[in-house]
């Protein structure tokens, strides 16, 4: 009887090990992020900061949480919607809160639009979402602080390169 019971720990021991898999851990990748840089419409070859810059997905009440708030920077980066073929930002330029607490900076709204592919990586990443036919639009109004917006890369398989110039 003692050997019975001894027999049937190696058994559990055995099981155990053998159904023992590999860590999940995703090393293969995460759904990328737009880069936008900002240049000076009068040299477009040179960057130029936006001062106090913030952006705002649209319908959204708080700022994009991959971009430093009210920074003077020449370059962003941002998630798009993987769930939707289009993304709305407020971008701001001399953010500022009035003595009530509202925004008087200078807001311009750019969409942009897109196809996405999923992928499927691994069990661990799950699904990731890539962009292609990357389009961008301002809505125009009486004080726009942009003044165009370059599509550089239809696609967004990375982030490692600019995707999006605006002048201003």
């Known amino acids: 009887m003692k050997n019975f019971g001894y027999g049937i720990l190696v058994f559990i021991c055995l099981f155990t090990i053998a159904s023992c898999e590999k860590d999940d851990i995703c090393v293969e990748g995460n759904t990328p992020l737009m880069v936008i840089e900002f240049f000076d419409i009068d040299d477009r070859d040179t960057p130029k900061n936006v001062t106090a810059f913030r952006a705002v997905g649209e319908g959204q009440t708080v700022t994009v949480n991959t971009v430093a708030d009210r920074t003077s920077l020449s370059s962003i980066t941002v998630p798009l919607k993987t769930d939707i ?84």
Not at 85 to 111: A, C, K
Not at 135 to 164: F, K, M, P, R, Y
């Open 85 to 168: 073929d289009n993304t709305g930002f407020l971008l701001i330029s001399g953010s500022d809160d009035n003595d009530d607490g509202f925004e008087i900076g200078n807001i311009d709204t750019v969409t942009f639009n897109y196809a996405r592919l999923e992928e499927f990586k691994s069990r661990a990443c799950g699904f990731i979402v890539t962009y292609e036919e990357l389009d961008g639009a301002l809505q125009t109004d009486t004080d726009n602080w942009i003044q165009e917006i370059e599509i550089i890369q239809t696609e967004i398989i990375n982030s490692d390169s600019t995707h999006v110039k605006i002048y201003h």
